[in-house]
């Protein structure tokens, strides 16, 4: 393909032990992701673009994609990252051959599918903090032309972190359930159907952030409602709040193919349910300054189908139409009662959010001469987007009403774009092509759903528009035993959408969507994998270079002064000016029956900033080391494993902000973490 692809195959998602399409970014290059709350609403970024917003609602500029179903929101990513065959990652603007409109790229997430012959495995493991990870599949023909899978993951665990005042009281707990069952129907020798059932249940316990200067900023003694500046890595101040998790939900999907002398016709159609009820300790505090529930209802249908054929032997063309509806109904509630002074000092917006989005697209390779081919596509898309509701003043501190609404919103927007792309592709030799393209891309408008005190806060966010230009190139060298993967790129934005930190009324630092009018990333990417080029020896490393700025200051949003301003020059948010990540694995015969395999991983990501206008949101440096050791039969008919984690327990700032009572917040990323495997093949 003429643009940046990164995968990642299933068996190398169990050896690193990656569980969710967030973890792939530590092993992706240019790929940033991080949990901001609970853990169901993910943060998302490639070469910089995505959504920095930690709202339910955050629709990022990335499409996710599971089984060829579009994943909107980031709940819809939750616990079915299991028997997976491929994950891939593709760079820049996407929409010209499937799915949706996207301004960062696509992560595709293909499950194992079902076959005809029977079989299947069990893997159970055991780690740390009392964790239990079960997962299975069985693969059963049914008849000649009925085939089907079903898999299943369970990991349940007690928390790592222990309240400073009860260390009787965990939290980061894990109670995830995942369930699916995939059925293909060959219709003929031409056609086939296939039947997607899944099913995800939640009830672990959120990680709570760290407040390091709760207590100071508030004139208290250290430890009293934060957890003080020198706390150590597993220690957090909840007191009394609920923190919990209460997420289910499942689906359908039906992905029908068609072969025809011609070309190929492909339908992906799905649809999706989920329900959550999460307490998240959001301030880091035992006290109720900013802690927020998440209580909300989601609906998402989608359909794409598209035609692919080649005419002349040179014309190779797909052309296709999504369409997809989604509807989100909530009610978001910010506990204040510290912060205002009153028992009932909460906030709540309660809302109802619907999305149309349809599109029609074209993509075309022009073979011009022997090995040169010339790319160009389009799309046409419309998408609606409706809002209705607002924040009311629960015990009426603000309003002196209570109940009363503080902003209210009845909106609706609509909005229409052409995009497209033109290159060229040259393939040097078999394996090995150069390529260039211009494209552009964009993210439909927003709107900010989480309880503010300003009517400004909760307004729509104008769309997102990027002009993308990408040279690379790849290549592939004795038998797929070397591969090299590199490009370099220039991305210029109009109306960024990211997150700020503003000034509301009453005195309340609150954080709220806005647009940098005038943005700028450029950088590039190496990725390389050495396959058996040493007998026995797998190695594969990547580099990323970001250098991601707003062109253009910014000094408030929709008339809402920032807590810091933003000038010119300055970088932008989920945008690592250096990150790498490398990993071998080397594979030894210790008998004619038997082998023996030792994999080493490390991973690096410099610091970035997280929300602009907040002089505390921005990471430290995060780097994890892991290592696994597995022994088994050389036919495969079990495995026995042996692991470490962030073997050298680094506790790197992930993710940091400024909370309502203007003190510093911060969530740390998981400790060391051993474990052992046992898997059963059949």
């Not at 960024?496 to 990333?521: D, H, K, Y």
């Not at 991601?548 to 000016?577: D, E, M, Y």
Request: glycine residues 10%; contains cysteine; hydrophobic residues 30%.
């Amino acid at each position: 393909m003429a643009n940046t692809v990164n995968t990642i195959s299933g068996k190398q998602l169990e050896q690193l032990h990656i569980v969710s399409p967030k973890e792939i970014a530590a092993f992706v290059p240019g790929v940033t992701a991080v949990n901001a709350v609970s853990g169901s609403t993910p943060i998302f970024s490639i070469r910089g673009i995505g959504l920095d917003d930690y709202i339910g609602t955050n629709m990022g500029g990335i499409g996710i994609y599971q089984d060829g179903v579009f994943a909107p929101y980031p709940v819809f990513y939750n616990g079915q990252m299991f028997d997976v065959q491929t994950v891939s990652v593709e760079k820049g603007p996407q929409g010209f051959e499937y799915g949706r409109s996207t301004t960062g790229g696509s992560i595709n997430v293909e499950s194992t599918k079902p076959s005809s012959t029977f079989g299947g495995y069990l893997n159970w493991g055991y780690s740390s903090y009392n964790t239990n990870t079960s997962k299975g599949a069985i693969n059963v023909p049914i008849t000649d032309r009925i085939f089907n899978r079903f898999a299943f993951s369970y990991i349940k665990g007690d928390g790592w972190q222990h309240d400073i005042h009860d260390r009787n009281h965990l939290y980061g707990a894990q109670d995830l359930l995942g369930l699916r069952n995939l059925t293909r129907f060959d219709i003929d020798d031409r056609s086939s159907l296939m039947l997607n059932i899944h099913y995800t249940r939640d009830r672990g316990t959120p990680t709570s952030p760290q407040d390091v200067s709760a207590d100071s900023v508030n004139n208290l003694p250290d430890r009293t409602i934060g957890v003080g500046p020198n706390a150590k890595y597993n220690d957090v101040n909840v007191g009394t709040n609920k923190a919990k998790r209460n997420e289910n939900g499942g689906g359908v999907g039906l992905n029908y193919t068609r072969h025809f002398d011609w070309g190929t016709f492909t339908s992906a159609t799905g649809i999706d349910f989920y329900r959550r009820d999460n307490y998240d300790n959001y301030d880091g505090e035992s006290v109720n300054v900013g802690d927020y529930r998440w209580n909300d209802t989601y609906m998402v249908q989608s359909h794409d189908m598209h035609l692919q054929t080649t005419i002349a032997k040179r014309l190779h063309l797909t052309v296709g139409v999504y369409e997809s509806y989604d509807k989100i109904d909530g009610a978001y509630t910010s506990y204040r009662s510290f912060l205002l002074g009153t028992p009932n000092g909460n906030l709540t917006d309660h809302f109802s959010q619907q999305n149309l989005s349809t599109g029609l697209y074209l993509n075309t390779v022009t073979n011009i001469v022997k090995g040169l081919d010339f790319i160009a596509g389009g799309r046409l898309s419309y998408d609606e987007r409706g809002f209705h509701g607002g924040t009311t003043d629960d015990s009426g501190i603000l309003t002196g009403s209570p109940g009363s609404h503080l902003t209210y919103l009845d909106s609706n927007h609509t909005y229409e774009r052409l995009t497209g792309k033109v290159g060229l592709r040259y393939t040097i030799m078999p394996g090995t092509i150069v390529y260039g393209t211009i494209s552009n891309g964009y993210k439909a408008g927003s709107y900010f759903a989480a309880p503010v005190s300003s009517p400004s806060a909760l307004d729509y966010v104008k769309p997102e528009n990027v002009i993308a230009y990408e040279i690379g190139a790849k290549t592939s060298l004795l038998h797929n035993k070397l591969q090299f993967e590199g490009s370099l790129f220039d991305y210029e934005y109009h109306n960024r959408q990211t997150l700020f930190v503003a000034e509301m009324p009453a005195n309340i630092t609150s954080l709220s969507l806005g647009t940098i009018p005038r943005a700028r990333t450029r950088g590039g990417e190496l990725s390389a994998t050495l396959h058996d080029l040493v007998k026995n020896l797998d190695v594969n490393g990547s580099f990323a270079y970001l250098d991601g700025r707003s062109i253009s200051s910014v000094t408030n949003i929709k008339g809402l002064p920032l807590l810091s301003n933003v000038a010119a020059h300055s970088s932008l948010p989920f945008a690592p000016r250096f990150s790498w990540s490398a990993y071998a694995r080397y594979g030894i015969d210790v008998s004619k029956d038997y082998r023996l395999a030792v994999q080493v991983s490390y991973t690096w990501k410099d610091n970035m900033l997280v929300a602009l206008g907040d002089p505390n949101g921005k990471t430290s440096k995060v780097s994890s080391m892991g290592m696994r050791m597995e022994f088994g039969p050389k036919s495969d008919k079990w495995t026995a494993a042996v692991y470490v984690d962030n073997m050298l327990n680094e506790h790197g700032n992930t993710y940091s902000y400024t909370g309502s009572d203007n003190s510093r917040v911060q969530y740390l990323q998981t400790p060391r973490w051993l474990g052992c495997d046992l898997r059963y093949n059949f």
